[in-house]
């Protein structure tokens, strides 16, 4: 991901802000649709998953150029998410939903650069993701350490 995509990856969030709650309820309309066997996998108020999902894309974003801020953050996502039965399948599924969400919301703004901007910001936020669901996952497999010599 290079400085210009930051900056239309950014740039866009601004124009998606005002419409949160809207683009929020299309992106899980989209997400179920998609992938009904997703639905269960989330147990709390949606209302209330909206703003989360607007939070940390928010944050993600506003930190695009300091990954000391936002890979910590999306790795402790990550660890969270496994623990939740996310699997790798399903951020393929997430991504086309977000994609499609931005274009419903962003209408003509949604160029092919910001298309391009939006992929590769979502292919960086999914690997960091996954890694670190990877390792939680590894480590909850590795058999315990007798503690016994």
Excluded: C
């Excluded at 939740?84 to 393929?92: D, F, L, N």
């Excluded at 939903?97 to 003509?108: F, I, P, R, S």
């Amino acid at each position: 991901m290079n400085a210009h995509q930051v900056q239309l990856v950014q740039h866009s969030f601004t124009q998606v802000q005002p419409i949160a709650e809207i683009a929020s309820d299309l992106f899980y309309a989209r997400l179920f649709e998609l992938d009904p066997s997703l639905k269960p996998l989330f147990r709390g108020n949606m209302n209330e998953q909206g703003h989360k999902l607007i939070m940390m894309l928010g944050v993600a974003v506003a930190n695009l150029n300091k990954p000391e801020v936002v890979v910590p953050a999306l790795q402790r996502l990550g660890e969270r998410h496994a623990g939740y039965g996310v699997t790798e399948a399903h951020y393929a599924t997430v991504g086309e939903a977000l994609l499609w969400t931005l274009e419903q919301g962003l209408g003509e703004a949604f160029t092919a650069q910001v298309r391009l901007a939006w992929e590769a910001v979502y292919l960086v936020v999914a690997d960091t993701m996954q890694q670190a669901a990877r390792r939680v996952t590894l480590a909850e497999a590795r058999p315990a350490r007798s503690s016994l010599i």
